[in-house]
C-alpha cells in the first residue's frame, strides 16, 4: 500500500501539510482549529471566567467524525489517578483518530504555571518566585521538568508561562506574573520556555498582550495604556521568550486595548507578532475569547462573526470548546461571509504544529511513555471521576474498556521535589533583619501565630491544583505531602518550644481569636507572625484569577493582629505567603524582622523554616517593590521623574523596599570597579558596546549568593524615560571569602526606545551605566555618550544583556 505524501516524513512539513490540506473538506480543516473541554462543570463555580454561561453542549461521537484540533484540560478539570488518566485519554485519542477519516488525534493542553496542574503532581513555586529567585537556569530546569512529566503521560501543549508585567499589584493575577520588570520577566520567561520546549512541549506565552495593565486592576477590564508602555514595557518579554526561548504558541489576550480587543486585532496578531518578529506558530484564544467578542466586547452580533473577526486577526484555534469555530463558522464559508482562506491559514499552521509533534506519522501510538509507549505519542490523563478510578462520567464514558493501567505513574518523585525546594529557598527575601535577630535561637521559646501558619494551601498559588480544581472536590486528599511553616518549624529546630494559635481567619473579619494569640506570643521569645493570602479564583481567594482588591492592605483582621503582637514588647518576625506586595510601611521600624514569601510551593514549608533557623542563607530579591503606604496605587519602579516622589504632590509614591532589594545572613563587597574605557567613553550608536566589571567578595561567615543588577539611566531623551530600569544581572554563589570577577557587555541596543513616530530608536546622547544591589541601591556608576545619528533598529535587535563570571 503505498504512503499517502502528508505520512512520508521525508518530504517537507510544508509539503506534508499542503498535500494533506488539499485532501480535507471544509468540515475537516475546521474540525481542526477548536477544541473539546470535556467534563466542564457549568455550575457557576469554574475555573475559567463566565464559564457556567459560554460552555456549549455538543454529541463527543458526533463530532469527532470530523477529527479534533485540541483536547482541553486532560488532567486538570478533576482529580484521576495520573496512571488511570494517562490510560482513558490514550484511548480517548484512539478513538479519535478512528473516527476521523485521516486518523489524526488531537493535541492534549495542560495548564502549567507553577507545575503540572494534574493530581499528584510536584506544586512548584508561582511565577512570582521564580523572578524572586533571579535564577533563570534553575527556572530552565523546573520547566524541563515540568515539561518531562507532562509529556510522560501524553501531553503536548502547555499555557504558560505568563509574560505580562504588573503594572498595578492590586490585580489578583500577580502571582502568576514573574514581576515588575520587562527585561525580568523576559529573560526568565525566556528560560522557562528552553526548559518545556526541551521536553517536547509547546509551550504558549500568555497573555498576548496588555492585560496585567488593565484599568482599575480589575480582571478583564479595559486596557488604556499608551503606545510607548505598551511597546516598551508590556511587548518585550514576548519578544524576547520567542527569540531566545524559542515558544511555538501565543495566546491572545482577553483584553482590549484603546477599544480593540486582542482576539480582534490584526495588528499585533499578525503585522507584530508574525510579519515583524517573524512568529510562525500557532495563536490559540483565551478559553472563550472568541465567544467574548460577541458577548463582552460586542464587536460581533454572532458568534460567526465573532469567529471570523478572530481568525482574520490571527487567531488560529478557539478554546477551551467549540463555540463560533464550527458549524456557525462552516455556514457562513458556505454563505460567502467568511474567506475559505481564512480557514485555510489556520489549519495550515495547526496542522504543521501537529505535524512537528509527530501526529501525522504513520507510525503514531496513543501510548504515552508512562505506560511504555512512545514519548509524546499520546494526550494526556483524564477529565474526572473519582481519584484512583478511572472516570465513568465524563471523557471515560466515550473510551472502551481497556487494559490493566499500571499500578502507579509518579508525577511527584524525590527529584522533582529537590528542585521544588531549592527553588524556594532561592526565592525566598529577607526583607529587614535590623538586630540581627534572625537566624532564630536553636533553644527559643517561639509563638508561632497567623492564619496561614498551619495550612498546606497557604504555599500554593491559584493555579496549582489543590487551590484550583479541589475545591470543587470537596473531601479529596490533597494528593502531596506539603509541609506547613509550623511543622517544618516544629523539625528544624526541635529543642526549641514552639506554641501556636492561629489569631484570625485569613479574609473573614473576625478577631475574636486575637487575644489567645497575644497571650501565646507574651509567653515567648520571639512571636513568628505567618501571614498572608489564601489563593483562589474569581473572589473566592484573595489572591489569583479574578481575586483583585482595592488596595494593598493585609486582608481580613490581619493587620489588626499583627499590631496586637507588635504592642506586646516581643519581638515580632513577620513571615509573608503571599501572591502579591502588601504596604508595610505601618510596622517600619517596629518589627525584628520581615521575611517574604512569595507562594514557595509544596516544599516552602521547609524552605521557610530553614529560612528562619539559618540553614538556609536567604538570597531572593524582589522582583516587585513592596509599598509603605496601601494606596497610591498603580506603582512600579519604572517611573520617569514625574512619577517619582516631588514637592508637587503630598503622595509620597517611594517604596519601602525597593525592586531588586534583599538581604543576607553573610556580607557581600564589590571592589576594583572596572570599563572598558576611561569616564566618559564615546560609543557609536551604530553596534556600539561597552563592558563594565566589578568584583563580588563573600566578607562573611556563612556560604551565599548576592545578585549583581546592572541598571540605565537615561538623562534626556526625546521622550520621557524612566528614571532606572533593569538591563541586566547575575547571581553569583560565593562561599566565605570566595570572590569572583562578574561583567555585563553592555550594548546599545539595550539603550532603544520607542519614539514619537513609533519606531524603535537609539538616540545620541549621555547615558550612565549603574551597577546596583537594587533599583535604589548603586555600588558603581559610569558616564557613557552615544554618539552619531539616531539609528531605528529593527528585529534583529540585541534582548540581552551578555554577563559573566569568572
Not at 103 to 112: L, M, N, R, Y
Request: aromatic residues 6%; contains cysteine.
Amino acid at each position: 500500500m503505498t504512503t499517502a505524501p502528508w505520512r512520508d516524513p521525508a518530504l517537507s512539513p510544508a509539503a506534508r501539510v499542503d498535500d494533506l490540506l488539499a485532501r480535507m473538506t471544509l468540515e475537516e480543516k475546521t474540525a481542526q482549529l477548536y477544541g473539546v473541554w470535556v467534563g466542564a462543570g457549568t455550575d457557576g463555580d469554574g475555573v475559567a471566567p463566565l464559564q457556567a454561561e459560554m460552555t456549549a453542549e455538543y454529541d463527543w461521537d458526533t463530532l469527532i467524525t470530523k477529527g479534533l484540533g485540541q483536547l482541553t484540560r486532560c488532567f486538570g478539570t478533576a482529580p484521576v489517578d495520573p496512571a488511570a488518566g494517562a490510560r482513558s485519554l490514550a484511548r480517548a485519542q484512539e478513538r479519535i483518530a478512528a473516527a476521523n477519516r485521516f486518523g489524526i488525534p488531537a493535541i492534549a493542553h495542560e495548564e502549567c504555571l507553577a507545575g503540572f496542574t494534574a493530581w499528584r503532581a510536584t506544586a512548584y513555586p508561582v511565577p512570582l518566585a521564580w523572578g524572586a529567585s533571579w535564577d533563570p537556569e534553575l527556572v530552565a530546569e523546573v520547566g524541563r521538568r515540568i515539561g518531562r512529566d507532562m509529556a510522560s503521560v501524553g501531553v503536548h501543549q502547555g499555557l504558560a508561562p505568563v509574560l505580562d508585567v504588573v503594572r498595578d499589584p492590586r490585580w489578583g493575577r500577580v502571582e502568576e506574573t514573574i514581576g515588575e520588570d520587562p527585561y525580568l520577566v523576559g529573560t526568565v520567561g525566556a528560560a522557562y520556555v528552553r526548559g518545556l520546549e526541551s521536553a517536547g512541549i509547546v509551550a504558549t506565552l500568555k497573555h498576548f498582550a496588555g492585560y496585567a495593565a488593565s484599568a482599575g486592576a480589575r480582571n478583564l477590564a479595559p486596557v488604556r495604556a499608551g503606545v510607548r508602555e505598551f511597546a516598551d514595557v508590556v511587548l518585550p518579554p514576548f519578544e524576547t521568550a520567542l527569540r531566545e526561548g524559542g515558544a511555538r504558541s501565543v495566546m491572545a489576550a482577553y483584553n482590549e486595548t484603546d477599544g480593540v480587543p486582542a482576539s480582534a486585532d490584526p495588528h499585533l496578531l499578525t503585522q507584530l507578532l508574525r510579519e515583524d518578529w517573524g512568529f510562525t506558530g500557532t495563536v490559540v484564544s483565551d478559553y472563550f475569547g472568541v465567544g467574548f467578542l460577541q458577548t463582552q466586547h460586542r464587536v460581533a452580533a454572532t458568534p460567526a462573526q465573532a469567529a471570523h473577526a478572530a481568525l482574520a486577526a490571527g487567531v488560529d484555534v478557539e478554546l477551551p470548546s467549540v463555540r463560533c469555530f464550527g458549524d456557525a463558522l462552516v455556514a457562513a464559508v458556505r454563505a460567502g461571509e467568511v474567506p475559505q482562506e481564512l480557514i485555510d491559514r489556520a489549519a495550515r499552521r495547526v496542522l504543521a504544529q501537529k505535524c512537528a509533534l509527530g501526529l501525522l506519522d504513520e507510525g503514531w501510538r496513543a501510548e504515552p511513555a508512562a505506560l511504555g509507549g512512545a514519548a509524546g505519542g499520546a494526550t494526556a490523563g483524564a477529565l474526572g471521576g473519582t481519584p484512583g478510578e478511572a472516570p465513568g462520567t465524563t471523557l471515560a464514558a466515550h473510551q472502551p474498556s481497556s487494559a490493566q493501567t499500571p499500578a502507579t505513574v509518579d508525577l511527584d518523585p524525590p527529584a522533582n521535589r529537590a528542585i521544588a525546594r531549592q527553588l524556594a529557598e532561592e526565592s525566598i527575601v529577607l526583607l529587614a533583619n535590623p538586630d540581627a535577630l534572625l537566624p532564630l535561637p536553636t533553644d527559643a521559646r517561639i509563638a508561632v501565630v497567623g492564619p496561614r501558619a498551619d495550612d498546606p494551601l497557604a504555599m500554593l498559588g491559584c493555579y496549582s491544583f489543590p487551590s484550583h480544581v479541589l475545591p470543587q472536590h470537596p473531601g479529596t486528599p490533597l494528593g502531596l505531602e506539603i509541609p506547613t511553616v509550623l511543622a517544618a518549624l516544629r523539625t528544624e529546630l526541635p529543642d526549641a518550644k514552639v506554641t501556636f494559635a492561629e489569631g484570625c481567619p485569613t479574609s473573614d473579619p473576625d478577631p475574636s481569636g486575637i487575644p489567645e494569640a497575644v497571650a501565646r506570643a507574651a509567653e515567648a521569645d520571639v512571636c513568628v507572625a505567618v501571614l498572608g493570602d489564601r489563593a483562589g479564583l474569581f473572589g473566592r481567594g484573595t489572591s489569583g484569577e479574578g481575586c483583585d482588591v482595592g488596595d494593598l492592605r493585609l486582608p481580613g483582621v490581619q493587620a489588626e493582629l499583627l499590631d496586637a503582637l507588635v504592642a506586646t514588647g516581643v519581638p515580632v518576625v513577620l513571615v509573608l505567603l503571599t501572591g502579591r506586595p502588601y504596604a508595610l510601611g505601618r510596622w517600619h521600624g517596629r518589627l525584628a524582622a520581615a521575611v517574604q514569601a512569595f507562594f514557595p510551593g509544596e516544599e516552602g514549608g521547609p524552605a521557610v523554616a530553614g529560612v528562619l533557623s539559618g540553614r538556609v542563607n536567604p538570597s531572593g530579591r524582589l522582583p516587585v517593590s513592596v509599598p509603605r503606604l496601601p494606596g497610591g496605587q498603580p506603582w512600579t519602579y519604572l517611573q520617569p521623574p514625574l512619577g517619582l516622589a516631588g514637592t508637587s504632590s503630598s503622595l509620597d509614591p517611594t517604596p519601602l523596599h525597593a525592586f531588586g532589594h534583599g538581604l543576607s545572613y553573610t556580607a557581600f563587597t564589590w571592589a576594583d570597579f572596572t570599563r572598558t574605557t576611561a569616564e566618559a567613553a564615546n560609543i557609536p550608536t551604530d553596534d556600539g558596546s561597552y563592558e563594565v566589571s566589578v568584583t563580588v567578595r563573600n566578607a562573611g561567615p556563612r556560604p551565599g549568593a548576592e545578585v549583581v543588577q546592572l541598571y540605565l539611566h537615561d538623562p534626556v531623551a526625546s521622550v520621557t524615560r524612566p528614571d532606572v530600569r533593569l538591563i541586566g544581572y547575575r547571581r553569583v554563589e560565593l562561599a566565605p571569602g570566595e570572590s569572583t570577577r562578574v561583567t555585563f557587555g553592555f550594548h546599545v541596543d539595550l539603550a532603544s526606545f520607542t519614539d514619537r513616530a513609533g519606531r524603535r530608536v537609539v538616540e545620541p546622547g549621555a547615558l550612565e551605566l549603574r551597577l546596583a544591589a537594587s533599583s535604589a541601591d548603586v555600588r558603581h556608576t559610569t558616564h557613557l555618550t552615544l554618539t552619531g545619528p539616531v539609528r531605528e533598529l529593527g528585529p534583529a535587535r540585541r534582548l540581552v544583556c551578555e554577563t559573566r563570571a569568572e
